[in-house]
């Protein structure tokens, strides 16, 4: 497919537990977004990516939220220790390129359940 | 910083209605901004876009203007159909190395035959 990928789209998983979310982002994109969607906050940015580097991490919540890059494609964002808090969809997004005039395509979101 | 303000839905119209879901924001320099749709299921999606002010962003019958003395950018649509009933965010992206999106907390709209 030709857009945004995240897998998997569901995620059940207990207090306490670490989950990976992954991302694909269109081919060719260099700049790759996370955002979190949740009732009480609505969509929240959380960290931004320009190949494998990460030049705004200012919206990760807490040291239990990390997220990498490799080879300037797919991302994975990791959440530690999970609480009932972290329960949202998490979305990734993905640009040509970072300029404020390009389009940020959005994948369907992993609707993250901690109970 | 930077904020979004839109107004709070949800928002119920019988169709061919007039539509305005006000937006309102706060950033420095000259943002870009945006109108994203979700429909029921689906992804977010860019439904209209503005980069300088007193630029009209137009798309599927809807529209808005940026308006830099105001601070605003409304949705306008001349005649919902019942296929628009999703929810609308408006968001903005600062100029400079910091590209992220600022997103209002979203209005869901309803459009009832």
């Given at each position: 497919g030709?857009?945004?990928s995240q897998s998997?789209?569901?995620?059940?998983t207990?207090?306490?537990?670490d989950?990976?979310?992954r991302?694909?982002p269109?081919?060719?994109?260099t700049?790759?977004?996370w955002?979190r969607?949740?009732?009480?906050?609505?969509l929240?940015?959380?960290i931004?990516?320009q190949g494998n580097?990460?030049?705004?991490?200012?919206g990760?919540p807490?040291?239990?939220?990390s997220?990498e890059r490799?080879?300037?494609?797919v991302s994975?964002?990791?959440?530690?220790?999970?609480?009932?808090?972290?329960?949202a969809?998490?979305l990734?997004?993905?640009?040509?390129?970072?300029?404020?005039?390009?389009?940020?395509?959005?994948?369907?979101g992993?609707?993250l359940?901690?109970? | 910083?930077?904020?979004?303000?839109?107004?709070?839905g949800?928002?119920?119209?019988?169709e061919?209605?007039?539509?305005?879901?006000?937006?309102?924001?706060?950033?420095?320099?000259?943002?870009?901004?945006?109108w994203?749709?979700?429909y029921?299921?689906?992804?977010?999606q860019?439904?209209?876009?503005?980069?300088?002010?007193?630029?009209?962003?137009?798309?599927?019958?809807?529209?808005?203007?940026?308006?830099?003395?105001?601070?605003?950018?409304?949705?306008?649509?001349?005649?919902v159909?019942?296929?628009?009933?999703?929810?609308?965010?408006?968001?903005?992206r600062?100029t400079?190395?910091?590209?992220?999106?600022?997103f209002g907390?979203?209005?869901?709209l309803?459009?009832?035959?």
């Amino acid at each position: 497919g030709a857009g945004v990928s995240q897998s998997p789209s569901n995620k059940v998983t207990e207090k306490g537990k670490d989950v990976e979310l992954r991302c694909d982002p269109i081919s060719g994109h260099t700049a790759l977004y996370w955002y979190r969607q949740s009732l009480g906050q609505g969509l929240e940015f959380l960290i931004y990516f320009q190949g494998n580097s990460a030049p705004d991490k200012s919206g990760l919540p807490s040291d239990r939220f990390s997220a990498e890059r490799t080879g300037g494609s797919v991302s994975t964002l990791t959440i530690q220790r999970t609480q009932q808090e972290d329960s949202a969809v998490y979305l990734c997004a993905s640009s040509f390129s970072p300029d404020r005039s390009n389009e940020q395509f959005f994948g369907p979101g992993t609707r993250l359940t901690v109970l | 910083g930077d904020s979004v303000t839109q107004m709070e839905g949800p928002v119920t119209l019988s169709e061919e209605a007039f539509l305005t879901i006000n937006c309102t924001y706060t950033a420095t320099g000259y943002p870009s901004l945006f109108w994203y749709v979700q429909y029921p299921g689906e992804g977010l999606q860019l439904l209209l876009k503005a980069t300088k002010a007193d630029d009209k962003g137009s798309n599927k019958g809807f529209e808005a203007t940026y308006r830099k003395e105001t601070t605003s950018f409304h949705l306008e649509k001349g005649s919902v159909q019942v296929s628009d009933s999703a929810v609308y965010f408006c968001a903005l992206r600062r100029t400079g190395t910091a590209s992220k999106l600022t997103f209002g907390t979203g209005t869901r709209l309803q459009v009832t035959l």
